[in-house]
C-alpha cells in the first residue's frame, strides 16, 4: 500500500498548498480586469482673493492669486476625500463619479461653495475661487 502525503500529486491532481495557491491566483489575477477602470476624480487649481488691500484702482489691477490650501470633498455629509492644493494653486483627486460639493477643511482663505459633478473614468477640470477676507 502507497502512503499519501500532503502536497504529492497523485494521477495529475495537485492537493495541499499548491492548489491553494494556485485558486489564490486565479482569483487575484482574474479580479484585475474587473476591478477599478479609469481613474476619476477632480483637477484644476485655487486662486484666492482679492489680493490686495482697499479699493482696486483703475489701471492698477490686483488679480487673483493662486493659494495653497486644504479642502475637503463632500458627497452628502460624507468626505470622499481631502487634499491640499500646492503653492501654485494646482491640485487633482481622485473619487468616484458623483456629485461632489468642495469645502474649505479650515481657516482663511474661504472656499467659495463649489459643486461638481465627476463622470466615470473622467477628471473634471475646476477653477476654485477663495474669499482671503481682505476688504
Do not use: W
Not at 100 to 123: D, I, M
Amino acid at each position: 500500500m502507497r502512503s499519501i502525503r500532503r502536497g504529492s500529486s497523485i494521477r495529475g491532481r495537485s492537493t495541499g498548498r499548491s492548489g491553494v495557491l494556485l485558486l489564490a491566483l486565479v482569483l487575484v489575477f482574474g479580479a484585475c480586469g474587473t476591478i477599478g477602470g479609469p481613474p476619476s476624480g477632480i483637477s484644476g487649481t485655487i486662486l484666492a482673493g482679492p489680493a490686495c488691500p482697499g479699493p482696486v484702482r483703475l489701471g492698477s489691477p490686483c488679480p487673483d492669486r493662486p493659494v495653497a490650501m486644504t479642502v475637503e470633498v463632500v458627497n452628502g455629509t460624507t468626505v470622499a476625500a481631502t487634499f491640499t492644493s500646492d503653492v501654485n494653486g494646482a491640485f487633482s483627486v481622485s473619487v468616484g463619479a458623483g456629485t461632489y460639493t468642495l469645502r474649505s477643511k479650515n481657516g482663511l482663505p474661504a472656499l467659495r461653495s463649489t459643486t461638481v459633478v465627476v463622470v466615470e473614468g473622467q477628471f473634471t477640470q475646476v477653477e476654485l475661487h477663495a474669499d482671503t477676507g481682505i476688504r
